[in-house]
């Protein structure tokens, strides 16, 4: 049973940073993609940033330059780093994952994951 567990959310002014965390247990893929996700009230859920097994990343135009998603292996733990944060950033942002490869354009779709978590809330102030 796989199991994505997201932390580190909260609230910061424009301009500020955050760190999300994503914790993945029961996972047995030799290759994956993984990913953030989010969710603005009224709004679909858009993809971030994804990162494959290699390493190798890819970014929405929205947040390119200011997040960068990381992996630590060891610890099985996915990252997100957030800088220069703006007040429509502000959504509730989920893990995803899935197993073995994808094209890149197909990682920052929602229906490309099979595994999610509950999500952890960001919220930027003006």
């Known amino acids: 049973q796989v199991q994505l567990v997201e932390s580190g959310g909260g609230s910061v002014q424009a301009g500020g940073s955050l760190r999300l965390s994503c914790a993945a247990s029961g996972y047995t893929c030799s290759s994956y993609w993984m990913g953030w996700f989010r969710q603005a009230p009224g709004k679909e859920r858009e993809g971030v940033a994804t990162i494959y097994t290699s390493g190798s990343t890819y970014y929405s135009d929205s947040v390119r330059g200011r997040f960068t998603i990381s992996q630590d292996n060891a610890k099985n733990t996915l990252y997100l780093q957030m800088n220069s944060l703006k007040p429509e950033d502000t959504a509730m942002y989920y893990c995803?994952?899935?197993?073995?490869?994808?094209?890149?354009?197909?990682?920052?779709?929602?229906?490309?994951?099979?595994?999610w978590g509950q999500g952890t809330q960001v919220t930027v102030s003006s």
């Open positions: 995803a994952a899935k197993c073995g490869s994808s094209r890149y354009a197909d990682t920052l779709r929602e229906a490309t994951y099979n595994y």
